[in-house]
């Protein structure tokens, strides 16, 4: 579960016009976390408070760094009017310096993530993205979707939406 002051202090950062940083983290950067990226951008941009936002997305595996986010990805997502744009990149140590939240997509993300972390303070950072699913409370991971079919993609859209739109909230209520 998301430590609630975390959760407090992004309130905070949001109510004093300051950018909340967030980076959306998976494994190749490709699927899950640019989607992520995507459909925070276009709530943020619905609500008219994108400059309160500051937001990216990385990979743990940096083998397609400085691709676009997978065909299908962009595909399934463009069906529901996002734009995923993002190049892929390597999640790095640094980003604990430059993100007030990293948000993983699964267990493995989650280990990969502690393990980056410089500091304890660092590693307190780290949240799972299912953590804010309300409507699919039963999912504990966000599934990659990368060798299933059609179905996984809209799967990985349908948490993603659940999630990102809960975060949201959480932000700016």
Known sequence: MTDN???TDLRKR???GKPVRILFVCLGNIC???AAEGIFRYITEEKGTAAHFHLDSAGL???HAGELPDKRMRIHATRRGYNL???SRPAREWDFNEFDIIIGMDD???SG???LAPTDDDRKKIVR???FCRLHPYYDAVPDPYYEGAAGFELVLDLLEDACMALYDAITE
């Open 108 to 110: 493995a993300n989650i």
């Open 113 to 115: 993530l502690r393990s």
């Open 61 to 63: 595996y940096a083998g």
């Open 5 to 7: 002051s975390l959760i």
């Open 32 to 34: 899950r976390s640019p």
């Open 129 to 131: 993205m299912t953590d």
């Open 14 to 16: 949001y109510h004093e």
């Open 85 to 87: 744009t993002h190049r």
